[in-house]
């Protein structure tokens, strides 16, 4: 203990006398270095605070001997310094507040500073191997939960131990804002802008004393403690993590867990940093005349001139000063921006189509495609237009114009994917080379590290195109095989490891064995190939090996995963994958399957352009099918256009089609048809997703899960008393989305794009009576009848005889009856016209409905040994509709009479219906008095 400590009491006594307001009245006209947070409910006096440089190891011994070794509670706070301030991080973390544990854990943090902050780092310093660094990771005991039961709060304080301007560190927190989502996966309900702290990487906002805390919360406490050194052989950071308690005197060194501690080692920046600056600093000149030049940083020499180290892009004038620009871009990249290099490797092999005069379309998209990758490809974009035959270097200040201006909003779907994509179908032999230079790039970065995760880098650059892993904690994986994407255990992939992997190290070892032998034996670089074999021969064993290879595959996952999977998958409502390829019902074409379309269901046959000639024979045989299902022409030509109008995600008629007919109407082959034909995008409904109240459905329910990307759904017959959930029928059949959960997995929003349709011999009770319900109501009417041959015809119209093996032809069917659909889908575009013959039956459904259904509720009731005539009935009817409708014109006597057939059985001519009477208001009392007895 120093012998200014003995001149003060206690913390309280030091506080007191350094009291902000006591300097000022002695003419000390300096800012307040530490304050106090108060709080008057709690007691505690908030207070400012000037602790001078020469004062503070005497502040430290007695704030040490106050709150760590006396254990007072203290809520002291540090202003930043304005020049050699540490790297100070603030991570507030906000979640709904049923999270009750927290959400981040030792591997986050490990990756948040190693794979995003270093990385990151690297851009701003020239980093020495003799200077190493500390890294502080302070962190709650747990998560604080509101009172007021609003939500959840977490959060990591961190000190990186370099001195760093507070402008810079302004910079240092732009650059991991755009990384850190990749990074970090937490359910949190903030943005990542309010994440970090923003206020503390300005150096406007103070830094908590370690081991003090706002009122009523806890401390922050050290949990991680890295001493990070610099490795100038391969350009890496080696992260050494300490003991906190053991390696870590906490009363001798607590002053290095200060804002203020001003010790930290410093490094000299980059020559790119160096000019960010400079330009910087010109573009924040008033009187700066802004012009549309815009130069490009082309070396990296110090020494070199303004003028020889920039360009601007009307300077380019030639193919060797693009190539110079582009190739001064990719130079200093690091190896997590590798993939930048190998994109623009990829867009300069497309061919001619996507540069030629006249490839505007063409060319605009791989634009997108660059662009949503990295805004810096502008001139990777430059360089494939330049192979046109009518390309001007002048233009390219005027490409840029566009770039910038009229790029910002990219078609659906149009990304690095797509350009890969491109690169594989049309040039696939320099796609080969160009996956073979990376997957190499990518192998010698494995034999000097020996990483898990370096390896898992590797299995990536050969099948990124072939695998992806939507998500890392249920181990889901997906292959691309077949035009879409398939359900993949992953085994495959890791298999791949042992074999794929394995054999591209093998044929790399014949490669430095054919080095090898054309050096002499005393060339030391021999020497170096031996070593590099024996690496070699190392990792060949490490991938046949079990659990190494579980430790790759783990990593992989991490790797190939791709969080806008499962909110893209089967969302494009015009798709529609076969075997053989994929139909785009919007622009009216068949084409192959790209994985950027993201879909994963099929409908598991071929499909080819309908043809009457190659498909007359079955073509003929579907429409003699339909002709004898739907005899009315007019019904015939709705059926056609509602079933192809299927094929399309949208319901653009908004209708709910239901299915009506007794047995042996054909009802069932229909679906069964349609079913084969649709494959995966066909689903059966349960019943109670319209009957039962909105709360109650799909909320956790796999079976509603699984209709997401469906455009064909069933439900079979309701029950006889089932009535429809008018609201949730409307949202069904609305352009609008639901809500469900798959079995172990979080909730997903999803697009309805399913057409939803019932088959029924019974119809539903709507109570409703407004228009939003009925008009969406589609009765279909199978008045046909299919009888077997030998049984006697009867005078009904419309009967057929069954064809006892109809359904085993339906699947040599399905695919012409698809291109029949397709043809039609192509030409109406999802319209459908209404039929007289429907609207009628739904309109007469509509009727008979709303009062009818309402009285036999209310006025009819099952009574053993009772029975109703059709006189009586229709007069109480009467009587009934006039007290609730008053004049209004009331339904006929036949529909009630219908209605009470289907509900209590057929009337009998002279006894009427049985089992059932009326209810007078005279029995309701006497049923009353009945029920006190």
Known sequence: MNTQTLQYKDLTDFLTKHNAKTEKREGVNIPFTHTRIGDKTMGIHGGSYIIPKEMEETFWNLYYRSVFTNKRMEYLTERQLETGSPILLDFDFRYNYNVDKRQHTKEHIIDIINLVYLEILK??????????????????????????????????????????????????????????????DLPIINSWDAVLDEGISKGSTNWQVYGSRKPGNMAYELTQYYVISYDSVDGEFMMEEKNCQTEFTLAENIHKLSARYSEHVEFELTPQMKQHINDTKLQAKPKRVNNTRFRLLISNDPDDSEENNSISLEDIKTPEMLLRAINNLFKDMSLTEYHLKELHDYTQILPEKYYEPGSHLLNTMVAFGLKHTDERLFLSWVML??????????????????????LKIRPDGITKRSILYWAKQDAYDDYVKVKNNTIQHFLEETLTTLADYDFAMVLYQMFKDKYICSSVINKTWYVFRNHHWERDLGNSLRLSISREMYNVYQEQQKVYLAQMSAFDAGDERTEQMKKKI??????????????????????????????????????????????????????????????QDY??????????????????????????????????????????????????GENINQTFNIYRGNGSNGKSLLTDLMALTLGEYAGTVPITLVTEKRVGVGGTSSEVMQLKGVRYAVMQEPSKDAKINEGMMKQLTGDSSMTARALYCESEKFSIQFHLVVCTNTLFEIVSNDDGTWRRIRIVEFMSKFVNPEDPKDDTEHQFDKDPILKEKLPSWAPVFASMLVKRAFENQGIVENCDIVMSASNKYRQGQDHIAGFVAEMVMRKEGKKIGKRELCEQFKVWFQEQQGNRKAPKGVELCEYMDKKFGACKKKDGWQNVQIVYPEQENDNEVDDLY
């Open 123 to 184: 851009e701003f310093y020239v980093f020495d191997v003799t200077k190493p660094f500390p890294i502080f990771v302070f962190e709650k005991p747990t998560v604080n939960r509101l009172a007021d039961q609003s939500l959840t709060k977490d959060g990591i304080h961190i000190i990186i131990g370099i001195k760093m301007e507070h402008t810079l560190q302004v910079l240092l927190r732009k650059k991991v804002l755009d990384k850190i989502g990749e990074s970090w």
């Open 534 to 595: 024996q690496i070699v021969t190392e990792i060949s064993i490490k991938l046949k090996r079990t659990n190494e290879k579980s430790n790759i595959f783990k990593e992989a996952a991490e790797i190939f995963y791709d969080e806008e999977f499962v909110k893209k998958m089967d969302e494009n409502r015009y798709l529609l994958c076969f075997t053989n390829g994929v139909v785009d019902l919007k622009n009216k074409l068949f084409r192959d399957g790209y994985p």
């Open 385 to 406: 237009r330049s192979k046109a035959s009518d390309f001007d270097y002048n233009s390219i200040p005027e490409l840029y114009a566009r770039w910038k201006k009229d």
């Open 599 to 648: 879909i994963t269901k099929t409908t598991g046959i071929p499909y080819s352009p309908f043809d009457m000639e190659k498909h007359e024979s079955i073509a003929n045989k579907i429409m003699t099918f339909m002709e004898q299902l739907f005899p009315i022409p007019t019904l015939n030509r709705y059926m056609w256009d509602h079933l192809a109008s299927v094929l399309i």
